[in-house]
């Protein structure tokens, strides 16, 4: 189990801002960065089926 995870956040080519995780397949977007965060944790609830096995640290690099 990975006790971090970590998302480099861009500017969507459009509006808003998109996620990535290193090392995961989990991508993301939302328009603003306070709702991109809820978005990822979201998105790292729904990837980990267990929650055990969820990072505790979910780090964004904007």
Not at 6 to 13: D, H, P, R, S, Y
Not at 18 to 26: D, E, F
Not at 35 to 62: H, M, N, W
Request: net charge negative; glycine share 6%; charged share 25%.
């Amino acid at each position: 189990m990975a006790s971090e995870i970590i998302f480099v956040v861009t500017k969507a080519e459009e509006s808003g801002y998109c996620a990535s995780a290193l090392g995961y397949g989990i991508h993301t977007q939302a328009e603003t960065v306070e709702e991109l965060r809820q978005q990822v944790r979201e998105a790292v609830g729904c990837y980990f089926d267990d929650p055990t096995e969820s990072p505790k640290i979910i780090c964004t690099i904007v």
